[in-house]
């Protein structure tokens, strides 16, 4: 039973078409990653404070970048959520309400939020922010996200350990907006309940000092008696707890029939090229379901297109059931990307077939290189004579963030990448 | 002056006897298919077993529902809540606002304690849940000393400490012994293994031992030391703090009874006889080393520490 607000499809024309279409919502670590993420085509941007926001050591916002953030995302029509979704401590509280104004003063749409702390105060001092609670609370029940719709919350991010059918159930009966993980790094423990940086290293993990202990290597023995009996073999790799990467392309026509309303995609410390390449497959896979579901087939090149950004294997963990030792990572917790970020497009002159572009990685004559953005196709070139901004023939562009020339077959528009096989 | 509750963790339905003996005011109980953690397991009718116990000795018994619940065990939470209702007990403890919502249909009068174990870290959100129905909250054990006298201070429901044994660092609904297990390719010996008692993981780098097992919960880890502040009670007791826990999951029955006493001692001392307490408190921790296990050593948890973010 689908709840009358949430028709899905409509046969249009004697076409079924999706006409609840999910938000595309994406990572934005800092200014530069909110725009690329908008201008490639995010509904909506989740951005972290100075302050009440995990991922302590990202680069995060201040008051006045939200303002820019917020001002750039709508002229896309784009939307701005921040989290706030610490487990505040007493000392937390003194300085919150402030900073919950001025987040609605700065025309954010909504806050994420973990601690009914601060779903209260933001209630009372910035009535006008969406609140939206955390996955750090781990709700993964239907009763529970009634409870917290009865608060007047307006979405829950679920657990990450509810699968489709727990999904389906929890949108039939709760009308709430609910948001879910499509892509990106994993807490393989519930989220808010893994303390294992506390023990290790003196640092919050529920407040943003999560030192990754869950992708360190153990040794798993067992006591008997007094003897610590080794339960591996020397050729085996260690114990590890570390997840590999969500990565649900292939359930996304599911996750839209489904009515979930919000599909996020995780990384706010990740690069802006990851950011373009994750937003973009995603784009198209959404548009390309909603305007015509029932022909609908995933093309290998999306798939082939995110392993390119990819530094850990990927899997579906629990959307599709209970995830095996395929979706852990033993022995290694990560692995090299097959590409990298090697230039930002700033300019592009049609006459001359000239592209300025922004040094990102070092290139050089006879390297063959891939452009990528919302405006083209995907095409590769070889990389012929390049020229710093006085007109001096380079040979190779070496200096990050150097503005360097060369020609570009096909047109190219701002903000389009550059990326090289590694 | 007040005394806090001493509050322990039998391992099964005759082990309340013991504890009851040593000096508890009241048990913790439960089963893992609600409960997360416990030091034993108790059916329905082990739980009706306990509530004659305590009710023999005057003390009271909570049952643990503080499991992550999923869609599947929703519809039966109200059967079992208002078992436990009819039974008698004395508080249910919750972290899922879904137990929370079944005990204001089916037992309003049920008392209830709010134990989200990681997350409870700030006086405010005690008190939210005391609105919500809560008649206590149950600290995370990751706060310091001055953290925990403050919450006291602002709180307006019971507050409940753990003061003795280890702690939950990280629970994952995954499977995460059976698939490494199932990854060496011992598929055959998993269901049997993966259930076994005394598993631990050893870190090189800290040279520590973290506990860890699986249950119809997932994967526990816990913490490499066992908290012992038995000579550290006087902020505590002098603030009003409502209950100490001993905390005795993966821990033999005898050895929880013996600390049960031990604790049994400090808390009258300290709240009766101030000077004897500072006195006698090294040998009562004395007399908790000589009993611990080797593979357990004691520390005083998030007590005295400094944590950043």
Sequence with gaps: MLLKNDKISEIINGKRVIVKKPELLAPAGNLEKLKIAVHYGADAVFLGGQEYSLRANAD?????????????????????????????????????????????????????????????????VAPKLEVHLSTQQSMANWKAVQFWKEEGLERVVLARETSAEEIREIKEKVDIEIE?????????????????????????????????????????????????????????????????????????????????????????????????????????????????????????????????????????????????????????????????????????????K?????????????????????????????????????????????????????????EVFPYNMMRKGI | MKKPELLVTPTSVSHIHDLANAGADAVIIGQQRYG??????????????????????????????????????VDELGDYITFLADTGVDAIVFGDPAVLMTVREVAPHMKLHWNPETTATNWYTCNYWGRKGAKRAVLARELNMEAILEIKEHAEVEIEVQVHGMTCMYQSKRSLIGNYFEYQGKVMEIERKKYEKGMFLYDKERDSKYPIFEDENGTHIMSPNDICIIDE?????????????????????????EVTKLYRRAIDLCAENREQYEKEKDELLAKIEAIQPKHRPLDTGFFFKETVY
């Design chain 1, 60 to 124: 995060n916002f201040t008051l006045e970048e939200i303002a820019e953030g917020v001002r750039f995302a709508n002229q896309y029509g784009a939307k701005v959520y921040v989290t706030a979704n610490i487990y505040a401590h007493n000392e937390n509280i003194p300085g919150l309400e402030e900073y919950l104004r001025a987040l609605e003063q700065a025309g954010v749409h909504g806050i994420i939020v973990a601690d009914p702390l601060i779903i209260e105060t933001a209630r009372r």
């Design chain 2, 233 to 257: 009670l006087s902020e505590m007791v002098d603030a009003g703090i409502d209950s100490f826990k001993i905390d005795g999951v993966l821990h033999e029955p005898g050895y929880i009874t």
């Design chain 2, 36 to 73: 997360l953690r416990l030091a034993g397991e108790f059916s329905r009718a082990d739980v009706k077993e306990a509530v004659n116990i305590v009710r023999q000795y005057g003390m009271k018994v909570y049952v643990a529902m503080n499991a992550i619940f999923h869609n599947d065990k």
């Design chain 1, 180 to 352: 879910a993980f499509i892509h990106g790094a994993m807490c393989s423990a519930y989220s808010g309940r893994c303390v294992l940086s506390n023990h290790m290293t003196a640092r919050d993990s529920n407040r943003g000092g999560c030192c990754q202990s869950c992708r360190w290597d153990y040794d798993l023995y067992q006591l008997k008696g007094d003897k610590e009996i080794p339960l591996f073999d020397e050729n085996d790799a260690p114990f590890a707890m570390s997840a590999k990467d969500l990565n649900l392309i292939r359930a996304i026509p599911t996750m839209i029939e489904l009515g979930i309303d919000s599909l996020k995609i995780e990384g706010r410390m990740k690069s802006i090229h990851y950011v373009a390449t994750v937003v973009s497959v995603y784009r198209k896979v959404i548009d390309a379901y909603c305007a015509d579901p029932d022909n609908f087939t995933i093309r290998e090149e999306w798939i082939k297109e995110l392993d390119k950004c990819a530094n850990r294997d990927t899997a579906p963990s629990f959307f599709t059931g209970m995830p095996g030792y395929q979706d852990h990572m033993y022995g290694s917790h990560s692995r090299k990307t097959t590409h990298e970020f090697a230039g930002l497009v700033l300019d592009y002159d049609k006459e001359t």
């Design chain 1, 354 to 410: 000239m592209v300025t572009l922004q040094q990102r990685n070092f290139f050089k004559p006879g390297d063959e290189v891939e452009f990528f953005g919302p405006e083209i196709e995907n095409f590769t070139q070889v990389v012929e004579k390049i020229w710093d901004e006085d007109g001096n023939e380079l040979d190779a562009a070496r200096h990050p963030l150097q503005i360097v020339k060369f020609k570009v077959e096909r």
